[in-house]
């Protein structure tokens, strides 16, 4: 089964740009797209990113998705920090049987 | 606007069970299907499993087979999540999303539901 991992967390200056890894294991991180969800705290998920790298609509141009095969893994680059952005960030993707979520990444906006 | 909207907390003791109901509007039931989702508390997100609109083939994770039942009501909309034979580390919010495909990630989630189980 794959395994997806990400750091517990990352911090940057308001402004700044910051980006959030999703490294998989057990798989090609290209062989199914790559979802990300903002939680803020006390609140469900939102959709940030589907499908590597598409934002829905209303998500700001500031957040963006991109994969590397290279290093089998994802990213989240959120541009302008701002401390909104203060919250969890989460990757999701499947493996052909099962959807699996990362860990989690606290970004905190300092 | 589509909206997911999810039934009230509950507590339950040990070996008991739940059910949970996420009503969705906005948008036709039949073309998506809803994804769970849970959260223990200070945990992270963790997939129960997926279940089409019009129910059939659903999907759950395996560490929740035979203790978890996903259903649907075309008519009314509704989505609903059983679990069984509750443990203490059920404890969690449980959340519903809408997801088009199975594994192609939920574009939108309801509110929650804190399911506590205690003694």
């Known amino acids: 089964n794959g395994l997806l991992t990400q750091p517990r967390s990352v911090s940057g200056s308001p402004g700044r740009t910051v980006t959030i890894s999703c490294t998989r294991s057990?798989?090609?991180?290209?062989?199914?797209?790559v979802q990300w969800y903002q939680q803020r705290p006390g609140s469900a998920p939102t959709t940030l990113i589907y499908?590597?790298?598409?934002?829905p609509s209303g998500v700001p141009d500031r957040f963006s998705g991109s994969i590397d095969s290279s290093s089998n893994s994802a990213f989240l680059t959120v541009s302008g920090l701002k401390t909104e952005d203060e919250a969890d960030y989460y990757c999701?993707?499947?493996?052909?049987?099962?959807?699996?979520f990362g860990g989690g990444t606290k970004l905190s906006v300092l | 606007q589509v909206q997911l909207v999810q039934s009230a907390a509950e507590m339950r003791k040990p070996g008991a069970s739940v059910k949970v109901s996420c009503k969705t509007s906005?948008?036709?039931?039949?073309?998506?299907?809803i994804a769970w989702v849970r959260q223990a508390p200070g945990q992270g997100l963790e997939w129960m499993g997926w279940?089409?609109?019009?129910?059939?083939?659903?999907n759950y994770a395996q560490k929740f087979q035979g203790r978890v039942t996903m259903t649907t009501d075309i008519s009314t909309s509704i989505a609903y999540l059983e679990l069984r034979s509750l443990r203490s580390d059920d404890t969690a919010v449980y959340y519903c999303?809408?997801?088009?495909?199975?594994?192609?990630?939920?574009?939108?989630w309801g509110q929650g539901t804190l399911v506590t189980v205690s003694s």
């Open positions: 999701q993707s499947y493996d052909g049987n099962n959807v699996m």
């Open positions: 906005g948008y036709i039931f039949t073309n998506f299907g």
């Open positions: 999303a809408r997801e088009a495909v199975y594994g192609s990630g939920s574009d939108y």
């Open positions: 057990g798989g090609s991180i290209a062989s199914s797209y």
């Open positions: 279940i089409p609109g019009y129910e059939s083939d659903t």
């Open positions: 499908e590597d790298n598409q934002r």
